[in-house]
């Protein structure tokens, strides 16, 4: 077997780490959708981030009173906390897309929906007022954000903002001394096995060096340093034309089953030498709100019978070696990309650690399960590494908070598109790519 073939003689023995996951606040215990209520989801995040932010306030303006939206007094300078809503001309309508879809006119959906007459609104349990001024730009905010506001109220009834308070990156868990030894976690995502737009020789080469099957000496030792793996989600690509049918054929049948089976033999060749943790994505099957939940392990009888194969939430958070990872298969960022502006996605990411929530646009405009005593996509402890899948290119950024938090962003191109994994260093966050190119000679 192979497991036997990696630390064997002859072969550069595995170095070894600690895992914990920390994905319970993912897990949804008892699906149920009776009753249950979006607004029960807002008011948990509200009472969360505003007991945090009321926290905040005394060393941000301590002179200034705190009031409820109710309670504004015409002209007089104080400071609100609540809820931002965007309110925006071109989001889509349930309506509308029902009523373009039963007409002849062919539909086209913007690839973004900002318009120059989106205004912001705020709310808390009391009320609800309109935002103006130059301070808060709705190109930046989304709906679902909780801040503190300093103003005052307008003649004509706006709250015009001076100044707002954000949350601020969460605190961080002390990084643990480094011990000398370099350890490294490998990152890939939309491998899309199954894909005719991906070449399987690629994802052959890259499990052949992560597994220290590939190339001299020292890339065995690198190799070797490779102490975890994870799939950030859109691990297979399923013919959507089949899903569709009631009565499936029997080849229809294997064409739906045969990338999974592919899969699962991929992934016991990793799973034989190395631990790695599979995280659903869009594109796979797994339920479409967040937090996606595990890929149920029937789907692969021959990895999941290695103790080392781990199927994960989206999002999934946990420990190695004391050094914290969290990260998604890339539905938030793609969200915030929808509905608001940045320079680039590793801004976005910052963003979410920033307001401290991981998808502020659920359940808004992003599929989200209704919970209704809390709100699992709060980030309470800063990590050190947080990572979105399946986006168009690597991209990593180094932030530094105001009480000495570092956090590394990564953003892991789709590697069925490009070829490319990403090598973090746990100790010392520094980060690397993996390329691997595949070419068929005529």
């Keep these: 077997m192979a497991a036997m073939e990696i630390d064997s003689p002859g072969k550069i023995p ?51 009173p705190v009031c409820n939206i109710l309670g504004i007094e015409k002209g007089k300078e104080c400071i609100i906390v609540g809820t931002l809503y965007k309110h925006m001309k071109l989001k889509p309508s349930i309506l509308d897309e029902y009523s373009k879809e039963r007409s002849a006119t062919p539909i086209v959906r913007p690839h973004n929906f900002m318009h120059q007459d989106d205004y912001l609104i705020f709310e808390d349990e009391s009320g609800r007022v309109k935002l103006g001024g130059s301070v808060l730009t709705p190109s930046v905010y989304v709906t679902g954000i909780v801040v503190a506001l300093l103003g005052r109220e307008t003649g004509n009834g706006d709250f015009h903002v001076e100044d707002v308070l954000e949350a601020g990156l969460p605190p961080q868990l002390e990084m643990p001394l480094k011990s000398g030894a370099d350890k490294y976690v490998v990152l890939v995502s939309g491998v899309n096995v199954g894909s005719g737009a991906s070449n399987p020789l690629e994802f052959q080469l890259f499990i052949d060096h992560i597994t220290g099957h590939l190339g001299d000496k020292k890339a065995q030792e690198m190799a070797a340093k490779i102490v975890h793996l994870v799939i950030a989600g859109n691990s297979v ?18 064409r739906l089953s045969e990338p999974i089976k592919e899969l699962d033999m991929m992934l016991t060749q990793i799973a034989a030498g190395l631990p790695l943790d599979i995280m659903p994505g869009p594109n796979d099957p797994a339920n479409f709100s967040l937090p996606q939940m595990p890929l149920h392990t029937c789907l692969f009888p021959s ?20 050094v914290r990872f969290l990260g998604t298969s890339g539905q938030n960022i793609h969200d915030l990309q929808k509905y608001s502006e940045a320079k680039d996605k590793l801004e976005f990411m910052e963003r979410t650690l920033r307001w401290r929530h991981l998808a502020p646009t659920a359940p808004n405009t992003l599929g989200c399960y209704p919970f209704t005593d809390r709100d699992p996509f709060l ?27 570092l956090v590394r962003l990564i953003c892991i191109p789709k590697f069925g598109e490009t070829g490319v994994a990403v090598m973090v260093n746990a100790s010392n966050l520094e980060c690397s790519i993996l390329s691997f190119e595949a070419r068929f000679s005529s």
Excluded at 237 to 254: F, G, H, M, V, Y
Excluded at 303 to 322: E, I
């Design 303 to 322: 990895s999941a019978a290695y103790n080392t194969f781990r199927s994960c939430p989206n999002p999934h958070c946990f420990d190695l070696d004391g």
């Design 14 to 64: 595995r170095k070894q780490s600690s895992y914990r996951p920390l994905d319970e606040a993912f897990q949804i215990r008892k699906e149920t959708y009776g009753g249950q209520q979006y607004s029960q989801m807002y008011f948990a995040r509200l009472h969360m981030m505003r007991t945090l932010i009321y926290s905040l306030v005394p060393t941000w303006k301590p002179h200034v």
């Design 379 to 405: 980030v309470e402890s800063c990590p050190h590494v947080y990572f979105v899948g399946n986006q168009d290119r690597y991209e990593t950024r180094l932030i530094k908070g105001s009480e000495g938090q």
């Design 237 to 254: 690509e399923i013919p959507r034309e089949l899903l569709n049918k009631q009565n499936l054929a029997s080849t229809d049948q294997s």
